[in-house]
């Protein structure tokens, strides 16, 4: 089953290991040249957390986690309780789009691997926008035919295993048009097959 508690003990025993995955890596990479000492973070679908323990080495004042698994959210508290970042890391449970009203802007949000999992991309972003004070950092797959392959089966696989999630494909430039249209300019961006990671900066509003 997709985002569950094993599934999150298995990343996180990777990550004990390997560090960061390669996607969540070069998010780290855009990020590490802005100003994060005494900031706040959103990281929406956090999973294990790695970005926010990043956030948080990196002098980062405080993260929130918002996360519709449950079991990767207990991952994520427990590390926090296990490295003393309790008074510093926020968690809460539910789809972003709605339960992001219990928190107040922050700095940064992230979306690492995040805007496929909903059928409605503007949504998602347009509420990132508005809740970031000034950057908005996201992963999100590349299109074309190898990208509509790859979603169709994981959808297809995803319905043998019969689990509800489903993987949504969306227009590159549609994505980025949304940013634009809500005063951000891209600042950084990087490919690691099949993702696109970039990283947006407010400028205006």
């Given at each position: 089953?997709?985002?569950?508690?094993?599934?999150?003990?298995?990343?996180?025993?990777q990550?004990i290991?390997?560090g960061?995955?390669?996607?969540?890596?070069?998010?780290?990479?855009?990020?590490?040249?802005?100003?994060?000492?005494g900031?706040?973070?959103?990281?929406?679908?956090?999973?294990?957390?790695?970005?926010?323990?990043?956030?948080?080495?990196?002098?980062?004042?405080?993260?929130?986690a918002?996360?519709?698994s449950?079991?990767?959210?207990?991952?994520a508290?427990?590390?926090?309780t296990?490295?003393?970042?309790?008074?510093?890391?926020?968690?809460?449970?539910?789809d972003?789009?709605v339960?992001?009203?219990?928190?107040?802007?922050a700095?940064?949000?992230?979306?690492?691997?995040?805007?496929?999992?909903?059928?409605?991309?503007?949504?998602?972003?347009?509420?990132?926008?508005?809740?970031?004070?000034?950057?908005?950092?996201?992963?999100y797959?590349?299109d074309?035919?190898?990208?509509?392959?790859?979603?169709?089966?994981?959808?297809?696989?995803?319905?043998?295993?019969?689990?509800?999630?489903?993987?949504?494909?969306?227009?590159?430039?549609?994505?980025?048009?949304?940013f634009?249209?809500?005063?951000?300019?891209?600042?950084?961006?990087?490919?690691?097959?099949?993702?696109?990671?970039?990283?947006?900066?407010?400028?205006?509003?």
């Amino acid at each position: 089953m997709f985002f569950d508690r094993k599934t999150a003990k298995k990343e996180y025993r990777q990550y004990i290991k390997k560090g960061p995955s390669r996607v969540t890596s070069k998010i780290i990479q855009q990020l590490t040249n802005q100003n994060i000492e005494g900031k706040s973070l959103i990281d929406v679908g956090g999973g294990i957390g790695a970005l926010q323990w990043w956030f948080l080495q990196m002098g980062g004042a405080k993260t929130t986690a918002i996360d519709a698994s449950s079991g990767y959210l207990q991952q994520a508290e427990e590390h926090a309780t296990e490295n003393d970042w309790d008074a510093r890391a926020n968690f809460i449970f539910g789809d972003y789009t709605v339960v992001h009203t219990q928190v107040v802007r922050a700095d940064y949000i992230t979306l690492d691997k995040v805007v496929c999992c909903y059928p409605n991309f503007k949504e998602i972003l347009e509420t990132s926008c508005h809740k970031a004070r000034t950057h908005v950092a996201l992963s999100y797959p590349i299109d074309g035919i190898i990208s509509r392959v790859i979603t169709w089966f994981g959808a297809l696989f995803a319905k043998l295993k019969s689990n509800s999630f489903r993987p949504y494909l969306h227009p590159v430039n549609k994505i980025r048009e949304v940013f634009e249209q809500q005063g951000y300019e891209r600042i950084s961006h990087s490919l690691a097959f099949p993702w696109h990671i970039e990283t947006y900066r407010r400028i205006k509003g």
